[in-house]
T-cell receptor, first 113, second 108 residues
Framework: EPEVTQTPSHQVTQMGQEVILHCVPI?????FYWYRQILGQKVEFLVS????????KSEIFDDQFSVERPDGSNFTLKIRSTKLEDSAMYFC???????????FGPGTRLTVL | KNEVEQSPQNLTAQEGEFITINCSYS?????LHWLQQHPGGGIVSLFM???GKKKHGRLIATINIQEKHSSLHITASHPRDSAVYIC??????????FGKGTRLHILP
């Protein structure tokens, strides 16, 4: 059964460093998403991406964040200058269409020291 | 105010019990989602519904659009059902707004 994959499973970085989180969505899906979950809190929407551009973003998704689909399979989230409060689990998801079921990856746990 | 409210926050029950988790939302929706988050953190989509009722195995999800309310039921609960169950809503945009989740613990 096709699934969304994410790498790495755990990333540790120093404050101020740049990180790139990687996702491989399900191959025939056209809509891609990033969510984050700070430990002990609810899941929060960050950004949705379709047709090589951002379709929706939340207020969390400020200028330090960017997303890219560098090739036909990968979907990346870049955090330019990490802050302590960026420590969270980051989930990638994909769907066939905007109103279809979303399939989630296993998440990347980001720890900023 | 959170746009998606779940109750209860925590629920402990004995194996075999019928479980109900409730979800209320404050604005109109295009779809209501029920998701399961396991202790390891992974999220699995259980249901996506916009009206009526859906059933998958021992899980049943219902929604009342007029009352802006949905319920997730688990019949013949089992310890492996122990997880956080999350209600979320989506509107005409494609982002999902999540509730805080209900932590379910089924005792053997």
């Amino acid at each position: 059964e096709p699934e969304v994959t994410q790498t790495p499973s755990h990333q540790v970085t120093q404050m101020g460093q740049e990180v790139i989180l990687h996702c491989v969505p399900i191959s025939n899906h056209l809509y891609f998403y990033w969510y984050r979950q700070i430990l002990g809190q609810k899941v929060e929407f960050l950004v949705s991406f379709y047709n090589n551009e951002i379709s929706e973003k939340s207020e969390i998704f400020d200028d330090q964040f960017s997303v890219e689909r560098p090739d036909g399979s990968n979907f990346t989230l870049k955090i330019r200058s990490t802050k302590l409060e960026d420590s969270a689990m980051y989930f990638c998801a994909s769907s066939e269409g905007p109103y279809n079921e979303q399939f989630f990856g296993p998440g990347t746990r980001l720890t900023v020291l | 105010k959170n746009e998606v409210e779940q109750s209860p926050q925590n629920l402990t029950a004995q194996e075999g019990e019928f479980i109900t988790i409730n979800c209320s939302y404050s604005v109109g929706i295009s779809a209501l989602h029920w998701l399961q988050q396991h202790p390891g953190g992974g999220i699995v989509s259980l249901f996506m519904l916009s009206s009526g009722k859906k059933k998958h195995g021992r899980l049943i999800a219902t929604i009342n659009i007029q009352e802006k309310h949905s319920s997730l039921h688990i019949t013949a609960s089992h310890p492996r059902d122990s997880a956080v169950y999350i209600c979320a809503r989506s509107n005409r945009d494609d982002k999902i707004i999540f509730g805080k989740g209900t932590r379910l613990h089924i005792l053997p």
